[in-house]
T-cell receptor, first 112, second 114 residues
Framework: GESVGLHLPTLSVQEGDNSIINCAYSNSASDYFIWYKQESGKGPQFIIDIRSNMDKRQGQRVTVLLNKTVKHLSLQIAATQPGDSAVYFC???????????FGSGTRLQVQP | DADVTQTPRNRITKTGKRIMLECSQTKGHDRMYWYRQDPGLGLRLIYYSFDVKDINKGEISDGYSVSRQAQAKFSLSLESAIPNQTALYFCATAASGVPVETQYFGPGTRLLVL
C-alpha cells in the first residue's frame, strides 16, 4: 500500500547551519506534497508545498526538493535558528484522493 | 491557528464513557478533518467532511463517530472510550475549489482515557 516515511527520527544541528530533512514516499501517483512544522503543544503548521510537475520550490529560508525518480522529498532550512526546533512532517496526496497521507515526522533540534 | 479552535484542550475520562470533542472554524472552509496523533507517530485520519451533508471514514474510524452540524462545526465522538484511544486529537480545515489542498490545524485536544 501507499506510505510516506522519513529516514531519520531526530536531527540535531548547530544554530546557523543548514538543515536537511528527508522523506520517502511509495505511491507513484502522488502528485502533491506538503511540509508541516509542529512545535511543542501546537497543531501542525503549513510550511511549503510542491506539485509533481516541479522539482524545486523555494520559500523564506526553506527549499523543498522533489525527486520523482527515486520518490524522495527533502526540506532544506537555511541558517537554522532555535525557533526552527520542532517536528517536521511530510504529507502527500494524489488527484482523486480526498485526504492527505502523513509521514511519521522528524524532530529537529537546534543546538546553540 | 486561531481560526480553528478545539474544545476542550485537555480531557480525562474513564473507560466506557461517551465523550465529544468539538471543532469550530472561522475560515469559511468547506472541508474539515479529524486526526489522531500518537507519540512518535504521524497523523492518522479518523473522519473527514467536505460539506454539511458529507461524512467520510478515514483510516482509523472504528470506535469514533462524527457530526457536521454546520459548515463551521465538526464534532468527534467516542461512543465508549477505551484506553488505547488516549492520544492527541487534531481538527483541520481546508478550502475547496483550489488546485491544491492546504490544511489548517487547530491546537489539538489531549485525551486521556483511564
Amino acid at each position: 500500500g501507499e506510505s510516506v516515511g522519513l529516514h531519520l527520527p531526530t536531527l540535531s544541528v548547530q544554530e546557523g547551519d543548514n538543515s536537511i530533512i528527508n522523506c520517502a514516499y511509495s505511491n507513484s501517483a502522488s502528485d502533491y506534497f506538503i511540509w508541516y512544522k509542529q512545535e511543542s503543544g501546537k497543531g501542525p503548521q503549513f510550511i511549503i508545498d510542491i506539485r509533481s510537475n516541479m522539482d524545486k520550490r523555494q520559500g523564506q529560508r526553506v527549499t523543498v526538493l522533489l525527486n520523482k525518480t527515486v520518490k524522495h522529498l527533502s526540506l532544506q532550512i537555511a541558517a537554522t535558528q532555535p525557533g526552527d526546533s520542532a517536528v517536521y512532517f511530510c504529507a502527500e496526496n494524489h488527484t482523486g484522493r480526498r485526504a492527505l497521507t502523513f509521514g511519521s515526522g522528524t524532530r529537529l533540534q537546534v543546538q546553540p | 491557528d486561531a481560526d480553528v479552535t478545539q474544545t476542550p484542550r485537555n480531557r480525562i475520562t474513564k473507560t466506557g464513557k461517551r465523550i465529544m470533542l468539538e471543532c469550530s472554524q472561522t475560515k469559511g472552509h468547506d472541508r474539515m478533518y479529524w486526526y489522531r496523533q500518537d507519540p512518535g507517530l504521524g497523523l492518522r485520519l479518523i473522519y473527514y467532511s467536505f460539506d454539511v451533508k458529507d461524512i467520510n471514514k478515514g483510516e482509523i474510524s472504528d470506535g469514533y463517530s462524527v457530526s457536521r452540524q454546520a459548515q463551521a462545526k465538526f464534532s468527534l465522538s467516542l461512543e465508549s472510550a477505551i484506553p488505547n484511544q488516549t492520544a492527541l486529537y487534531f481538527c483541520a480545515t481546508a478550502a475547496s475549489g483550489v488546485p491544491v489542498e492546504t490544511q489548517y490545524f487547530g491546537p489539538g485536544t489531549r485525551l486521556l482515557v483511564l
